[in-house]
């Protein structure tokens, strides 16, 4: 006798309410195995593989192996999945074609001073209203941890977690990355004030804008007397 599902299992293939429940759960924890979302949300990984499938089939979603470290046995490795760019787009983005048009037309009439100011006026008001519940907290790792919950709050869906020898502030959504695929400026300057909010240095690892799954910035563990050395940029992936 089979199982009996749940509500959300028996739901059609293309039900909007959970295929979309399944790809914010992509979006918001990076690339998963349908058996993690299948956990997660509690339904069946059969349940989960339908709307991952209509996702693949949409070009929403993407697929790739899991690391093998993480593997156990011999087996072929789990697959990953990760929203593209279009699953993305289902959650809105910012700007657009137009805004991009606009910063090209401010590039070309007031040159790069003037797209690095444009830039800086944007993250700040981005963090302005969260600022002071930012940098009351006491230690960079306490304030990290404030400042995902702000760019949560702002839609970029952050989560920062201790790897050893600091934070790392993990953003899985970006609702600029078409535009800072082109202006770099954008997550240049966004990184230099999380630096600024945090008060220790930071080195942003990987960006949506240059194809990672997510944004991802480190933050060292500061120590007294330390200069607080970072880890080599070489473009990777969250740890």
Known sequence: MKNAETHLDAVPQHDGKTRRAVARLLLEQGPATAAAVAEELGISPTAVRRHIDALLADGEATTRDAPRQTQRGRGRPAKLFLLTDTGRARFGHAYDDLAVAAIRFLAQTGGEEAVKAFAQSRVDALVDRHRQA????????????????????????????NVGVGEQLCQHHCPVAHVAAEFPQLCETETETFANLLGTHVQRLATIARGHAVCTTHIPNVHPGSAGKLIPDDGGEPA
């Open 134 to 161: 930012i940098v009351a907290q006491a230690t960079p790792a306490e304030r990290a941890k404030a400042l995902a919950a702000a760019l949560t709050r702002e839609g970029y869906a952050a989560a920062a977690r």
